[in-house]
Nanobody
Framework: QVQLVESGGGSVEVGGSLRLSCVAS????????MAWFRQAPGKEREGVGV???????YTTDSVKGRFTISRDIGKNTSYLQMSNLNPEDTGMYYC???????????????????????????WGQGTQVTVSS
């Protein structure tokens, strides 16, 4: 079992910044991939970015250059640093995790992470981000 608790959401003006945190506990292998998703009112939940156990991070085009994902293994925490926020970034932000899929195709084995919502097993309760103009 894995538990995730997000924090750091709030209300900011256009151009502002926020840092979201997600503290994880429980089965370490089950949380090799740590991701952030968001859901705006009336829209489907979408992936924002993911970081794997080797600290390789990927963010989607909609936030690339503005959002950064990182993790502190020792603190069992992942972070989503958001800058230059705009009203389209408003929504509930969720962290999520799953164990990834073992990939040995390159000659060494690692746990590959996707940003496919359905593959994520554990979810936090969400933290609201509101950006006003």
């Amino acid at each position: 079992q894995v538990q995730l608790v997000e924090s750091g959401g709030g209300s900011v003006e256009v151009g502002g910044s926020l840092r979201l945190s997600c503290v994880a506990s429980g089965d370490t292998q089950a949380r090799a991939c740590m991701a952030w998703f968001r859901q705006a009112p009336g829209k489907e939940r979408e992936g924002v970015g993911v970081i794997d156990s080797g600290d390789f991070a990927y963010t989607t085009d909609s936030v690339k250059g503005r959002f950064t994902i990182s993790r502190d293994i020792g603190k069992n925490t992942s972070y989503l640093q958001m800058s230059n926020l705009n009203p389209e970034d408003t929504g509930m932000y969720y962290c999520a995790t799953y164990g990834g899929k073992m990939d040995c195709s390159s000659g060494y084995c690692y746990r590959a992470c996707s940003l496919i919502r359905q593959e994520y097993t554990y979810w936090g309760q969400g933290t609201q981000v509101t950006v006003s103009s």
